[in-house]
T-cell receptor, first 110, second 113 residues
């Protein structure tokens, strides 16, 4: 089976940097994805890492270490609109057969 | 751009009733799937399809049926609703290869009483 662990909640102030860690156990690894979900909304894709290293997309970066079965999402220059839940997910060999972590709720305060 | 469209958005069912959640995508994606999300939790895969005529079970398939007669549509049928099926249901589609962006519908809030 597959399982993912991530912190349940993180609180930070506007302009700060937040790192959300994700550790996973999986029988076959095809990449680590990150999704953002605002309350009452649908998950939206943020990033995907198949290989070790850092992927940067604007204010958000994602890191993967396959040897450590570990990744993180880095949120920089936090804005109020970044208040949401963030999910890491590991995928199967094809398409969107994903296993999700329980999500990290990020609360950004003024 | 419609993307992934789910209907209905809200539904209340009585225990034992059956119903179908509709899902349609207009991006010509081969891969479609259904997830459920319980309060404060991540999404869990119910069923998925890699193309028309092909479906398979995910992590939590019991109590649900799916069919894929066209590329565009992937309905989810609840056979005999139970309170444990109270959840938010998300349909998703993507290109086949892993790592591509997955597009989710807006969700269907289902309450079984």
């Amino acid at each position: 089976g597959q399982s993912l662990e991530q912190p349940s909640e993180v609180t930070a102030v506007e302009g700060a940097i937040v790192q959300i860690n994700c550790t996973y156990q999986t029988s076959g690894f095809y990449g680590l994805s990150w999704y953002q979900q605002h309350d009452g909304g649908a998950p939206t894709f943020l990033s995907y890492n198949a290989l070790d290293g850092l992927e940067e997309t604007g204010r958000f970066s994602s890191f993967l270490s396959r040897s450590d079965s570990y990744g993180y999402l880095l949120l920089q220059e936090l804005q109020m609109k970044d208040s949401a839940s963030y999910f890491c997910a590991v995928g199967g060999a094809a398409g969107n057969k994903l296993t999700f972590g329980g999500g990290t709720r990020v609360l950004v305060k003024p | 751009n419609a993307g992934v469209t789910q209907t209905p958005k809200f539904q209340v069912l009585k225990t034992g009733q059956s119903m179908t959640l509709q899902c349609a995508q207009d991006m010509n994606h081969e891969y479609m799937s259904w997830y459920r999300q319980d309060p404060g939790m991540g999404l869990r895969l119910i069923h998925y399809s890699v193309g028309a005529g092909i479906t398979d079970q995910g992590e939590v398939p019991n109590g649900y049926n799916v069919s894929r007669s066209t590329t565009e549509d992937f309905p989810l049928r609840l056979l005999s609703a139970a309170p444990s099926q109270t959840s938010v249901y998300f349909c998703a589609s993507s290109e086949v290869l892993s790592g591509n962006t997955i597009y989710f519908g807006e969700g269907s809030w289902l309450t079984v009483v």
